[in-house]
């Protein structure tokens, strides 16, 4: 039976107690894969950042906030996946501190500075960790020189597929998509439901036995 692992949603980065770094994905495309895994009858794995879906019936849901969360969750799943869908918005960047409570307002100060440090690049440390056999597919949001972009990605985080889309994808009920693999043209699926594009990519990506 194929094992099918899959991300969705975003991550949240915490400032404080109350405050977030985030993004505005809903995680719904994630969703609509690990559903139509469990409905082809795979063992499913979904690691979500939080969203407001419900889990999709027949499918193991772990439910994680922050990039690290998410990283720990994927680092003792992997392994046993033969497909990693890997769905999620996970934020670049996290403050590089935490504060206690609730940050307050300082009188006389019209601006408060927030660090930043780079989040792990959680699919391409997944990729260097593969088993032969293990199909992994990367997502690429893109808005200026998508295609470009998302070539270089295909190739640095080293995937067998990269899925591109721009940031109109984002809660949109349906939404453009290309498909990229090296060696290969572009594939352009135009207007698809969420629930339609996770058929045809679950079809393109199925172990062959």
Same mark, same amino acid.
């Given at each position: 039976?194929?094992?099918?692992?899959?991300?969705?949603?975003?991550?949240?980065?915490?400032?404080?107690?109350?405050?977030?770094?985030?993004?505005?994905?809903?995680?719904?495309?994630g969703?609509?894969?690990?559903? $139509?895994?469990?409905?082809?009858? &795979?063992?499913?794995?979904?690691?979500?950042?939080?969203?407001?879906?419900?889990?999709?019936?027949?499918?193991?849901?772990?439910?994680?906030?922050?990039?690290?969360?998410?990283?720990?969750?994927?680092?003792? *799943?992997?392994? *046993?996946?033969?497909? @990693?869908?890997?769905?999620?918005?996970?934020?670049?960047?996290?403050?590089?501190?935490?504060?206690?409570?609730?940050?307050?307002?300082?009188?006389?100060?019209?601006?408060?500075?927030?660090?930043?440090?780079?989040?792990?690049? @959680?699919?391409?440390?997944?990729?260097?960790? *593969?088993?032969?056999?293990?199909?992994?597919?990367?997502?690429?949001?893109?808005?200026?020189?998508?295609?470009e972009?998302?070539?270089?990605?295909?190739?640095?985080?080293?995937?067998? &597929?990269?899925?591109?889309?721009?940031?109109?994808?984002?809660g949109? $009920?349906?939404?453009d998509?290309?498909? @990229?693999?090296?060696?290969?043209?572009?594939? *352009? &699926?135009?207007e698809?439901?969420?629930?339609?594009?996770?058929?045809?990519?679950?079809?393109?990506?199925?172990?062959?036995?």
């Open positions: 039976m194929t094992r099918l692992l899959v991300t969705a949603g975003p991550t949240y980065e915490a400032i404080d107690d109350v405050r977030f770094v985030g993004n505005r994905s809903s995680g719904k495309l969703y609509a894969v690990a559903a $139509e895994g469990a409905r082809r009858g &795979w063992t499913v794995e979904l690691v979500s950042g939080p969203t407001c879906l419900p889990d999709p019936a027949g499918v193991a849901v772990a439910r994680v906030e922050s990039a690290l969360e998410m990283r720990e969750a994927l680092q003792s *799943r992997f392994a *046993r996946c033969d497909v @990693l869908v890997m769905a999620a918005a996970v934020a670049d960047y996290r403050p590089a501190q935490r504060f206690d409570g609730k940050l307050k307002k300082r009188e006389g100060e019209d601006r408060l500075r927030l660090e930043l440090v780079k989040n792990p690049d @959680l699919l391409a440390e997944l990729s260097a960790r *593969r088993t032969r056999g293990q199909v992994l597919v990367g997502f690429a949001l893109e808005a200026q020189d998508a295609l972009n998302a070539l270089k990605k295909l190739v640095s985080k080293g995937v067998d &597929w990269l899925v591109l889309n721009g940031p109109a994808t984002l949109a $009920e349906r939404s998509f290309q498909i @990229l693999r090296r060696g290969q043209e572009p594939e *352009r &699926w135009p698809l439901a969420k629930e339609d594009f996770a058929r045809r990519l679950l079809e393109l990506v199925a172990p062959r036995s």
